[in-house]
Nanobody, 116 residues
């Protein structure tokens, strides 16, 4: 079975940083593009960042570009999201997603709370 196990969420002050991790198992990790999404209370889930299967290309939501960085380590079957210069509006549950051209999988999500 495919599992995406997330870690690294927590409470941070505005302007602070976090690194989220998502460890994948049950799939050939290097065959999958990886993405991070987030969902705030009462809002729809939105794309934060994506990275191609080989790590050669990335994409970001405009509001996150320049503050967040997605990366992957295929040897560790892990994708990361570095969150910098955090704002209160970044508070959300952050979800890891693995997908190829045929299907995708979701992680359970990890809470990020930005509050002074």
């Amino acid at each position: 079975q495919v599992q995406l196990v997330e870690s690294g969420g927590g409470l941070v002050q505005p302007g602070g940083s976090l690194r989220l991790s998502c460890a994948a198992s049950g799939l050939t990790f290097s065959d999958y593009g990886m993405s991070w999404y987030r969902q705030a209370p009462g809002k729809e889930r939105e794309l934060v960042a994506g990275i191609s299967s080989d790590g050669s290309s990335t994409n970001y939501a405009s509001s996150m570009k320049g503050r967040f960085t997605i990366s992957r380590d295929n040897a560790k079957n892990t994708v990361y999201l570095h969150l910098n210069s955090l704002k209160s509006e970044d508070t959300a549950v952050y979800y890891c997603r693995a997908r190829n051209n045929f299907r995708g999988y979701w992680g359970q999500g990890t809470q990020v709370t930005v509050s002074s």
